[in-house]
């Protein structure tokens, strides 16, 4: 069993950064791909970013490429989102997710394919 807490959610102007966080027990975090979803005001959870087991290997919505990066601290089992030029569109709850999977699949970018989810983190940009 993995447990994955998120934070570092809030309110920000548009145009502003935010950085958020999961950190993650009950397993063997190198284990694990990782990913971060989110789930706008009445709109279905979608696919923001994941990253392999190592950190090598990184995929991301195209509505966030080249303004949200993911990154793993390994030594502390944290997994990061950090988010620069925010939007309101922006606007959601942000969750993580975690995978054990030997291998970095194709399916990192389906919310079903995950087997573990923090409760999430609300992130409100405003215009």
């Known amino acids: 069993q993995v447990h994955l807490v998120e934070s570092g959610g809030g309110l920000v102007q548009a145009g502003g950064s935010l950085r958020l966080s999961c950190v993650v027990s009950g397993g063997i975090f190198s284990m694990y791909s990782m990913g971060w979803f989110r789930q706008p005001p009445g709109k279905e959870r979608e696919f923001v970013g994941a990253?392999?087991?190592?950190?090598?290997?990184?995929v991301y919505a195209d509505s966030v490429k080249g303004r949200f990066t993911i990154s793993r601290e390994k030594a502390k089992n944290i997994l990061y989102l950090q988010m620069s030029s925010l939007k309101p569109e922006d606007t959601a709850v942000y969750y993580c997710?975690?995978?054990?999977?030997?291998?970095?699949?194709?399916?990192?970018?389906?919310?079903?394919?995950?087997?573990?989810w923090g409760q999430g983190t609300q992130v409100t940009v405003s215009s």
């Open positions: 997710a975690a995978k054990r999977s030997p291998t970095f699949s194709p399916q990192a970018v389906d919310v079903t394919w995950y087997d573990y």
């Open positions: 990253v392999s087991r190592g950190g090598t290997n990184a």
